[in-house]
């Protein structure tokens, strides 16, 4: 029958708005304001689930965030995991599955399980799953006791969002507590930021039938809500979650479905001054034989589905509790025309105005509830004299129980601020704050309503602890944690085992890890542990209470993050003519996008950079340099700094001149290689390996700010300031004059290693004799917005001479022929100058320079160094891959090195590669072996250079 | 995500800096040290529970490297212990 449960009349639901959703397969309708689970009950599903290690059938237990037992998977658009019932906003064409069990909950396959309890107890995974036959297991437990699937898809439509604010005050909730300090603050003019997780404001008031000063609770809410609203220093969100509290007063909120249109869910990080945490309370559950049926529900979300969503969960209930709450449930059950049966109080005596409320309905005194009837419908209830130990069963079709109620402490724990086990509540309160933020209303400790806003009418609460039903005859399953079926046993025998710091209990028996964290049972658990001990719950404590409140999806978290946008790509004004003549583009260092070979029609990768490499080894060709980091350093005081910071001398360079240097770390490792250049007196510029432009940059402004602070030095980033084309190859000086300057080309005007400014092709220039290819090169150095124009009169200019563009998988076989280094390839971190054959980098007139006593002191030890070596594998066809090992004879033993680089050499026509290997530089000669998978190949040790050994051509 | 005060900027989030380890002791002229104290000095970082000087370089801001008092515990930024500067 449609809605059978629903009641005639009343509820924060829209009956005019029908809305139709599909359960497991099956069709129901519920109405706009519904959550899925308030749908379900509405519509008499009694079992929504099963449980995650026995299978055992489940209900809808909670009404919030808390809910414990029934969580689902929703498909199509809102494809989502493991997402608790209670939580999910009805709306049309909602499709949900529950979590843990095909095909069905009420005919589940994996209810066998609960025949195999016995076998999966507390510490079962840390007991299977060992060394070395973890795995065996893991697939089948796996399948068997899994949640639900990640989304195979994102959202089709719609993105997530990040938001930053600032707030004088940050109020986590808009109950009573919350927007009665949002109005407070708003008024004063502060700017104020209130989020609530609920769709609706007013927390605990829409779930209950209050007065404040003699009008509906929720009448003052909507005044509050619309005050509120008016006020331009205050922003209001429902729907967000004020899910952490991070150090310095950052609060992250999840707001979901922040407003038409195409935000999903939107991530604000708020800086606050102050935070005001107004979180309410959680009601907990008792603990009792077979607690988790379903039809045994918190009282509380009894009282909220009739109240707020107009549906009564049973006709014939039964109220058990240790405490004064659940007798407002009964009278607005009462009120509801819903029969209560009885009421079971754990105490002997009950507060007068307790009774009062729930007048007319039979009260047992010192009564508990031990177990119920009903496997997958609820039939009876066992009533136990705890004295008397009399029993009697109480037929009903729904449980409703309440344990008390636990301030919602979440956030004030993350803010690191401590707990204090209060007596008079049994619950553990906000202590002194350790940030700026307080806790008010129920988080507070102030449970109820006329403690918080004034002219409030509510029951006053008091409670006697029942941490669980302890008479004898219990049979069945008493569960502390119903996600991770955590029983009362699983705890004893955690303790017996030695388990007995509560942290260990929790993950031992994994009690209060599921999604719910544990909100309803945690303190169940330790008030087990207690009991056990024999010591007050203040020093067995609580778990830590992290972060997320409650979960987040990754969509949120990231945001708009993704690659592209937090790292954009780096570009030169080269890109467009690379794209347009066919480069294969990739990232190659510190975001750039470069061309790696231009390919024509047809051509393979080899094939390419076979055609580029000759034409820089035998005609000319040209690469886009721009990326090289560049600096330039000013002030009378660079050339001590530059001795400091490189091993070899700089001070001694003439304006017009560089030189080639190695800068250290001061451990002695190899930071970076690059080239500096005396432009006048006091100004030079310092040139970079593209990768490490950063951290070169971070390593001078550290060490002139902190341990230099009164030289003259400063550094300006130029890399982006110029742009350079390199001409390179023999006939790189009649491209240069075809191109027209002004600059006398001749080796004996304009050697290597020096930079003349002037014009080329009539822009003004800078152009620097170094070279990476080992070939006579012109590096000409333009503004940016000339740089497009001069790579177009480079090729025109260079077309008679052949010229070619050249990627950088060419650049790589270049530097290899030459052997030329490259950081993270032949240098990683272990080798030093020596061992690169450039011990002559290392100065020795120079007293002190970072790195200088490091590699000393290294060296003196003696102990055996990996060298710097070439490599020709014995058959010239076979490439041997980078990083394979050389091992001694090729057997399988400890290596004596790797490769770091073959390629095919153009000039030599055969691979030939680079490696480090032990006392490499002795074994020129000799044969040394690569170990692979599909066999051991000989190679021939040789110097690391296969092209030009004096260097006569750069020269040139 | 702590707030780093830096004296040009004001309190700015921890994502606009470059954290830049413990202030260590001045660095010693290499020349004049033992191997032991010279590789003390390498190696060995103050570490505390509570209080520890530390450098950040203000990266995404000024530029500028700056120094405060962290308490290894909280996060909190201090005051400078007494004695120290
Ligand atoms: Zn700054």
Do not use: C
């Given at each position: 029958m449609a809605q059978s449960n629903r009641r005639a009349s009343g509820g924060r639901i829209d009956r005019n708005r029908p809305v139709r959703f599909q359960f497991n397969g099956k069709s129901y309708e519920g109405y706009e304001g519904d959550t899925l689970a308030s749908a379900l009950l509405a519509n008499g599903v009694r079992v929504t689930a099963r449980s995650f290690k026995y299978h055992r059938p489940r209900g809808i237990v909670?009404?919030?965030?808390?809910?414990?037992a029934t969580l689902v998977e929703l498909d199509g658009e809102d494809a989502s995991g493991n997402r608790p019932a209670t939580t999910v906003p009805l709306r049309d064409g909602l499709s949900a599955r529950s979590v843990n069990c095909w095909p069905s909950p009420d005919f589940d396959v994996s209810g066998i399980n609960q025949l195999f309890?016995?076998?999966?107890?507390?510490?079962f995974y840390y007991k299977t799953f060992k060394w070395p036959n973890w795995h065996l297991f893991e697939p089948t437990i796996r399948k068997a006791a899994g949640l639900a699937a990640a989304p195979a898809q994102p959202p089709s439509s719609g993105h997530f969002e990040a938001r930053h604010a600032h707030a004088d005050v940050l109020i986590a909730g808009a109950g009573p507590a919350g927007l009665q300090a949002a109005l407070e603050a708003g008024r004063a003019g502060k700017r104020v930021f209130i989020a609530d997780e609920g769709t609706e404001a007013g927390g605990s008031l829409l779930n209950r039938n209050l007065t404040i000063n003699g009008q509906p609770a929720m009448d003052w809410v909507a005044d509050a809500v619309q005050e509120l609203r008016g006020m331009g220093n205050v922003t209001h969100l429902q729907n967000?979650?004020?899910?952490a509290y991070r150090e310095h007063n950052l609060l992250i909120v999840n707001e979901r479905e922040p407003e038409q249109g195409s935000v999903l869910e939107r991530s604000w990080r708020v800086r606050a001054g102050e935070v005001v945490i107004a979180t309410g309370a959680t009601e907990r559950a008792m603990v009792f034989a077979d607690n988790d049926r379903p039809g045994v529900m918190l009282a509380s979300s009894v009282q909220a589905y009739v109240n707020r969503w107009g549906v009564a969960p049973g006709q014939r209930v039964v109220l058990f509790t240790n405490n004064n709450s659940v007798y407002a449930v009964a009278a607005d059950l009462v009120a509801a025309g819903v029969t209560v049966e009885a009421i079971l109080d754990s105490r002997d005596t009950v507060p007068q105005e307790a009774l009062d409320t729930a007048q007319g309905i039979t009260v047992h005194t010192g009564t508990v509830a031990a177990g119920v009837k009903g496997h997958k419908r609820l039939r009876a209830v066992h009533a136990v004299s705890a004295k008397s130990g009399a029993d009697t069963w109480i037929d009903c079709d729904l449980l409703g129980h309440s344990g008390g109620w636990n301030p919602t402490v979440h956030l004030w724990s993350q803010s690191r601020s401590p707990l204090r086990f209060d007596e008079d509540l049994s619950a553990f309160v906000p202590d002194a704050a350790a940030q700026a933020c307080r806790a008010i209303g129920a988080a507070a400790g102030d449970l109820t309503l006329d403690r918080i806003v004034q002219g409030g009418l509510d029951l006053p609460y008091a409670i006697e602890p029942l941490w669980r039903v302890d008479v004898p005859g219990q049979r069945g399953k008493a569960f502390l944690d119903l996600q991770n079926d955590v029983s009362v046993s699983d705890v004893q025998l955690a303790l017996r085992e030695g388990y007995d710091n509560v942290e260990h209990v929790k993950r031992y028996t994994t009690g209060g890890m599921g999604i719910d964290q544990g909100k309803t049972g945690n303190i169940n658990i330790i008030g087990t542990v207690a009991m056990q001990k024999g010591v007050p719950l203040q020093d067995v404590g609580t778990t830590t209470f992290r972060s997320p409140y409650t979960p987040v999806s990754f969509g949120a978290i990231g945001g708009l993050r993704e690659e592209s946008v937090l790292f954009p790509y780096r570009h030169t004004p080269v890109t467009q003519w690379n794209k347009d003549n066919g480069a294969v583009m990739y990232e190659a260092g510190a975001r750039w996008r470069r061309p790696g070979y231009f390919p024509k029609p047809g051509e393979g990768l080899q094939e390419a950079v076979n055609r580029e490499c000759l034409a820089v080894r035998e005609g000319v060709g040209v690469y886009d340099g721009s990326p090289l980091g560049t600096f330039e350093l000013k002030g009378r005081d660079v050339p001590r700094f530059l001795d400091f910071l490189y091993?070899?001398?700089?001070?001694s360079l003439k304006p017009g001149d560089g030189r080639y240097g190695l800068m250290l770390s001061d451990d002695g490792l190899i930071l970076d290689d690059g080239v500096a250049f005396r432009l006048d007196e006091h100004r030079w510029m310092v040139s970079t390996s593209t990768g490490h432009a950063d951290a070169v940059n971070q390593h001078m402004e550290k060490l002139l700010q902190?341990?230099?602070?009164?030289?003259?030095v400063m550094i300006t980033t130029v890399t982006s300031q110029w742009n350079n084309a390199t001409i390179c190859g023999p006939r790189a000086r009649d491209v240069m004059q075809a191109l027209g300057t002004d600059i006398d080309l001749s080796p004996e005007a304009f050697p290597f290693m020096s930079f003349r400014d002037g014009t080329v092709a009539g822009i003004p220039a800078r152009v620097v004799r170094v070279s990476f290819t080992g070939e006579l090169s012109f590096e000409v150095n333009v503004a940016p917005r000339h740089m497009a124009e001069l790579w177009a009169k480079v090729m025109e200019a260079g077309a008679p001479f052949g010229i070619l563009p050249v990627g950088s998988e060419s650049s790589h076989v270049l530097r290899v022929e030459k052997g030329f280094l490259s950081l993270g390839h032949e240098v990683d971190g272990t080798v030093d100058a020596y061992d690169l054959s450039?011990?002559?980098?290392?100065?020795?007139?120079?007293?002190?320079?970072?790195g200088k006593r490091s590699v000393a002191l290294r060296r003196e030890g003696g102990s055996t160094r990996r060298e710097l070596v070439g490599i020709l594998p014995g058959d010239p066809n076979r490439q041997v891959p980078e990083g394979a090992p050389l091992t001694l004879g090729g057997r399988k033993e400890a290596t004596e090195g790797l490769v770091t680089a073959c390629v095919w050499s153009v000039v030599n026509e055969r691979w030939v590669g680079l490696a480090l290997l032990e006392n490499g530089h002795a074994r020129h000669g000799e044969t040394a072996h690569v170990r692979l998978k599909d066999g051991v190949i000989p190679i021939t040790i040789a110097k690391p250079v296969f092209h030009d050994p004096d260097g006569k051509l750069l020269r040139s | 995500m702590m707030l780093i005060p830096c004296p040009f900027c004001g309190k700015r989030n921890e994502s606009e800096f470059i954290f830049g380890g413990p202030v260590v002791a001045a660095r010693p002229d290499p020349n004049a040290v033992s191997d032991a104290e010279w590789v003390e000095y390498l190696t060995i970082a103050p570490n505390p529970l509570g209080p520890v000087q530390e450098k950040w370089w203000h990266a995404r801001g000024c530029g500028e490297w700056l120094t405060i008092w962290r308490d290894t515990r909280t996060h909190d930024i201090v005051e400078a212990p007494n004695g120290s500067e």
């Open positions: 909670g009404h919030g965030p808390e809910e414990p309890a016995r076998f999966i107890p507390a510490g967000a979650t004020v899910w091993s070899n001398v700089m001070s902190t341990e230099f602070p009164d030289w003259q450039m011990g002559w980098v290392m100065s020795k007139k120079k007293p002190d320079y970072l | -």
